[in-house]
């Protein structure tokens, strides 16, 4: 029992240890770009396709474009668990038949209160 705690802790440092990581590497790039350290100081600039930026960065998006994207996230991930079901549907059973129906019953009553709430209306 115990190296399997062991084999736990070792994991739970190592997810802890690289968001940090990652933090850190992105803070200290950062300072050696801005000082122009190790770059030429146009790094630090925007780049757009080859082009200079023209005007503002910050762009008002209508909320109707973060709705369509949470709604497609939802079936989008729909998808990736429907797939390994359709891979073992005939060895799953009618256990897994029910439980896949209900998963999608569930998903329908979502797209319903979308659609119903006017989230799917492109205006």
Do not use: N
């Not at 709604?71 to 998808?79: A, L, Q, S, Y």
């Amino acid at each position: 029992m115990q190296p399997f705690l062991g084999h736990i802790a070792l994991y739970a440092l190592i997810a802890a240890a690289m968001p940090g990581s990652i933090v850190l590497l992105a803070l200290i790039l950062t300072r050696v770009l801005k000082t122009g350290r190790g770059q030429a100081s146009t790094a630090i600039d925007t780049y757009e396709s080859g082009m200079v930026p023209i005007g503002e960065a910050w762009i008002k998006y209508h909320i109707q474009y973060y709705m369509y994207a949470l709604v497609f996230v939802v079936f989008d991930v729909e998808v990736v668990f429907l797939y390994p079901w359709a891979v073992v549907y005939r060895q799953a059973g009618v256990f897994a038949l029910v439980e896949i129906m209900i998963f999608i019953v569930i998903l329908l009553v979502g797209l319903a209160y979308a659609w119903r709430r006017g989230a799917l209306r492109w205006t």
